[in-house]
């Protein structure tokens, strides 16, 4: 027997509510933001808010089933490219930057003869996702609001929007954040840059098939040495062969395992919007889980501040690495701070 397929509940998340419906109630029930859980798209007060929805759950009734999020026009920043060619990263990289979130996650969408560049707040559909994922409905989808108009969906959420979208759900669903590692950068950069530099791509590969040729051509042609050489040689490289040290080791590196159970925090002392966001991206690339981030009053060069819970090993590494950047680095140690590992980036 063919299994039935579960139907997502959808959420509709504007600055000030959020409307749920689903497919066995297609007339949404609020449920309404305050002041002390989030303010301008900022969680303030996430146990309030995860309590409060909680409650709104259990007291609609709502099953447990995936979500799909929808986030309305009001909660992203969206920049519009004209013309049949992808912006720059350069160019969508400088839009990124002006965006007032310390963490975003960003997508390049094509829409008809353009291009639509969309930045939403990561910390707060995160925030939403753990929420309601604890309840017992796992986030299968976020699109912004927009994709709603490219399949003639209400302008405002409706009992229309919701058999709107379960109608055409294939075609939402491939309009998702989700699965972007986007994190402050948009997905399709590869594409756009071999669309971009084909011609260099194709001449490159062109003198790459030239240098094999050649170095086969020389290969094969080359004239064979003198019998005395040969000897030589035989007698000469059976000695290297036994002379040659042990391989060098690799250097140590950070490795996951030894950062895992170690929390950060990131905070941005330059001044620059969206620098901490990126330092964030570096310490998850290391192995840290659940980095934090925030500002700090504007300082120079980085400073990083170690618990007594950082192995030493562990100091060391992360010291080095961050001297990699290029930037002065200050490292202490401290046993009042709230993270094992505080992270303060500066001019």
């Given amino acids: 027997m063919k299994k039935q397929k579960v139907l997502p509940v959808i959420i509709d998340v504007t600055r000030e509510k959020l409307s749920l419906c689903s497919s066995s109630n297609f007339d949404p029930v609020i449920f309404n ?7 301008d798209l900022e969680v ?16 609609k009734k709502i099953k447990p089933s995936p979500l799909l999020m929808v986030l309305e026009d009001s909660v992203y920043f969206e920049k519009n490219y004209t013309g049949p ?17 310390s963490a975003v996650s960003s997508k390049l969408f094509k829409v008809g003869n353009g291009y639509k560049m969309v930045v939403i707040n990561r910390e707060l559909y995160e925030a939403l996702d753990q929420i309601f994922e604890k309840l017992g409905f796992p986030l299968m989808s976020v699109v912004p609001g927009f994709i709603l108009s490219t399949v003639n969906a209400p302008p405002k959420f409706s009992s229309e929007s919701c058999r709107v979208i379960y109608k055409k759900m294939d075609e939402i669903l491939a309009n998702s954040f989700s699965g972007v590692a986007n994190e402050g950068s948009f997905a399709n950069k590869k594409e756009v840059w071999l669309e971009k530099n ?8 062109f003198l790459m098939i030239g240098v094999c040729i050649t170095v086969a ?15 030589v040689t035989a007698v000469v490289v059976p000695t290297v062969v036994k002379a040659m040290p042990s391989p060098t080791p690799e250097a140590a590196t950070i490795s996951a395992e ?5 929390t950060a925090q990131v905070l941005n002392g330059s001044g620059v919007v969206g620098m901490a966001a990126s330092w964030e991206a570096k310490l998850k690339e290391w192995g840290f889980v659940g980095v934090k981030t925030g500002n700090a009053v504007q300082t120079t060069g980085v400073v990083v501040t170690f618990s007594n819970n950082v192995p030493e090993v562990v100091k060391s590494l992360m010291t080095e690495e961050l001297k990699k950047t290029g930037n002065a680095v200050t490292a202490t140690d401290s046993s009042a701070i709230n993270f094992d590992v505080v992270l303060v980036i500066g001019k």
């Fill in 44 to 59: 303030i007060n996430r146990e309030e808010l995860k309590s409060k929805l909680q409650a709104f759950v259990v007291e």
């Fill in 217 to 231: 051509f020389l290969t094969l042609t080359k004239k064979p040495t003198s019998k005395a050489k040969k000897v």
């Fill in 258 to 262: 030894m950062v895992e159970k170690l």
């Fill in 33 to 39: 933001f305050n002041e002390s859980m989030m303010t």
């Fill in 198 to 205: 084909k011609i260099m791509v194709i001449v490159l590969s």
């Fill in 85 to 101: 060619t992808a912006p720059s990263m350069e160019e969508v990289q400088k839009f990124i930057d002006t965006v007032p979130f």
